[in-house]
């Protein structure tokens, strides 16, 4: 009985020792209290938090430089992340403006074509009122030809004159309801009555099939030279007077031939032009006596593909 009691009392203070730490951690408290109402009263800790504040600093330092160096990289990395953001949305806004200027570019582009349409519209002469400006939707690749977006129900009939800003362009020769297929000028199969603004020498101006014109049965005599230019006559209702039709680029006079070979320039850009006008010529009914009584050409004008052949 002795040895177990022993032990138990062994057992007993292994596990709980009685000490003073608990006053010690009371006299602690009260002695913070006091020093803490005393430095908050008086100036009497001053220079003590002064020398604890210097030898202190070096440490505080210390504990806060991982902290520091953290932020730092973590605002680097952070602000790059933010300026390629900030950048790729710059780009974007970027790519979004040229597409604006692109279509403004475009639209501008447009709007001066159109003005000069309807500059070459005021040359007129003995015209209606209204003339139908056409886009070219189409050109073909094996002859002098376009489409153009408007047809029958924008009132196009075949044989309407077509010019474009700088010249006469072609003529109608076929009719759709929302399209038209124009010959050009220049095609080996049309021809147009012309006449001289310098002498007011009349003759018919052939397409060659590529990209020029040749006077047609002019006499070696006839007063035609180079950079003489030609204007429509009026002759044959299709083409109205006065407008430009090319200029002379070469005459040559063969003495052994009855006629002048003379190449003529057009006028219209054939290969360019994104818009014409289409021409609605006075109406018989319209003209005077002198006009309904001028001289027939019309079978000059267009040689169709069938009457063309043998």
């Known amino acids: 009985m002795a040895r177990d009691s022993r032990r138990a009392v062994s057992i007993k203070e292994l596990f709980v020792r009685e000490t003073g730490a608990g006053y010690k951690l009371l006299a602690l408290i009260v002695a913070s209290c006091v020093l803490v109402v005393a430095d908050a009263r008086t100036r ?16 505080y330092a210390a504990a806060r430089f991982p902290h520091q160096v953290g932020s730092q990289v973590a605002e680097v990395f952070s602000s790059r992340s933010r300026l390629l953001r900030r ?3 710059l780009e974007r806004d970027l790519l979004k403006m040229k597409g604006i200027v692109a279509r403004y570019e475009g639209i501008l582009d447009k709007n001066e074509r159109l003005q000069k349409l309807l500059d070459a519209s005021a040359q007129r002469t003995q015209l209606r009122s209204d003339m139908l ?4 939707v189409q050109a073909s690749t094996d002859r002098l030809e376009v489409v153009i977006d408007k047809g029958r129900m924008h009132g196009i009939e075949v044989g309407q004159a077509v010019i474009d800003s700088e010249g006469v362009f072609g003529q109608v020769v076929e009719s759709a309801a929302l399209t038209s297929r124009v010959l050009l000028i220049a095609d080996a199969r049309h021809s147009l009555p012309v006449r001289v603004l310098r002498n007011n020498v009349r003759t018919i101006a052939a397409g060659n099939g590529q990209d020029r014109l040749s006077l047609k049965h002019v006499a070696v005599t006839l007063d035609i030279v180079e950079g003489d230019q030609l204007v429509t006559s009026g002759l044959g209702d299709r083409f109205p007077p006065d407008f430009r039709v090319g200029e002379v680029e070469s005459v ?3 003495q052994t031939q009855p006629f002048a070979d003379i190449i003529v320039l057009p006028f219209a850009e054939l290969d360019r032009s994104r818009q014409v006008l289409v021409v609605f010529a006075e109406r018989p009914e319209e003209a005077g006596p002198q006009q309904a009584a001028a001289e027939d050409l019309s079978a000059t004008n267009y040689e169709s593909p069938a ?4």
């Open 307 to 310: 009457e063309a052949a043998p």
């Open 44 to 59: 009497l800790l001053e220079t003590v938090s002064v020398a604890l504040d210097t030898v202190v600093a070096p440490l």
């Open 133 to 136: 400006i056409a886009d070219v």
């Open 87 to 89: 950048n790729a949305e």
């Open 252 to 254: 040559v006079r063969d």
